[in-house]
């Protein structure tokens, strides 16, 4: 199975995860390709495949600044991506109550809307919470995959 992580970070975090998760994940037939963001528009999910969303959340529930070109490519280009399956890591904190993980929620919103399907529920982390990101996503991704290999055999 290829795995593709998209990054969205502005102070590293998101970065932490994905390379956190790319190292859980060495051992095992997944074969992960970490992707900043920066630079990166709508064309990245034009060959279809399974990806991770690995986003903040800044502004007033804003994605960081290095997803803002992918994000509004999305919107402006709006690319039918029906072959394209994806999970999200939000990273975020509970002290924005009205705007909390706002970042990944909005890619959500904009892949399920251009026909990407989603693997499982959104993972949301609170920095307020006093865990650690890489920490709770290491402990989430087993299920996940294990979730995309399922649904990859029912599609099959
Ligand atoms: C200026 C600023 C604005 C933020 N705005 C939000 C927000 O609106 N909603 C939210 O859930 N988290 C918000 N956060 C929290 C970050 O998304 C969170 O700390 C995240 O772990 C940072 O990850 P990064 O280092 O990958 O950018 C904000 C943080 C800062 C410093």
Known sequence: MDLT???????GTAQLVAQALELA??????RVTVRPMD?????????????????STYGQGDVPDNAKHLYA???????????????????GDRTYADTFCNG??????????????????ILC???SAGTMPEEVA????GGWIALARSQAEVAA
């Open 5 to 11: 992580i998209l990054v969205g970070t502005m102070t």
């Open 73 to 91: 490519s999305l919107q402006d280009e709006r690319p039918r991506i029906a072959d394209v399956r994806y999970g999200v890591i939000a990273l």
């Open 104 to 121: 990944g929620k909005r890619f959500d919103a904009i892949l399920s809307a251009l026909g990407a399907r989603r693997i499982g529920e």
């Open 138 to 141: 290491e402990a989430w991704i």
């Open 25 to 30: 994940l060495e051992d095992t037939d997944v």
């Open 125 to 127: 982390h609170d920095a």
């Open 39 to 55: 630079g990166l528009a709508a064309e990245v999910f034009a060959g279809g495949g399974t990806f991770l969303v690995c986003t």
